[in-house]
């Protein structure tokens, strides 16, 4: 079973109201309360505005995925992609001690 979507929960994050939300999306206050008890799907137009107010992906604010926003590796700054690259070709071991390292380096900042 998916989860419920997660509309209510992003909006009340941004301190918006149902109303200021369906300002922002061109749409009636009873629209939105709509959509967040999942009586009504949003529109393509509507998920889209949601992803830029929300700074979240459609399929989050759907309560389809747990990941709230992609980064595309492109994204990165070379030394973070860098890193990246290598915790990938390590196994399991080494990202546990890898992960322990970088613990404890952070530890006390």
């Given at each position: 079973?998916?989860?419920?979507?997660?509309?209510?929960?992003?909006?009340?994050?941004k301190n918006m109201t149902q109303l200021r939300l369906s300002v922002?999306?061109?749409?009636?206050?009873?629209?939105?309360?709509?959509?967040?008890i999942g009586k009504h799907y949003p529109s393509a137009k509507s998920l889209m505005r949601m992803a830029e107010l929300f700074d979240a992906s459609m399929d989050y604010i759907m309560g389809l995925s747990p990941v709230r926003r992609i980064i595309s590796?492109?994204?990165l700054p070379d030394d973070e992609a860098r890193l990246?690259?290598?915790y990938r070709k390590l196994d399991r071991t080494g990202r546990e001690k890898a992960h322990s390292y970088l613990h404890g380096m952070?530890?006390?900042i």
């Open positions: 079973m998916k989860e419920p979507n997660r509309i209510k929960d992003l909006r009340e994050e922002e999306l061109e749409v009636s206050q009873e629209t939105v309360s709509a959509y967040e590796e492109s994204a990246l690259s290598l952070t530890h006390d």
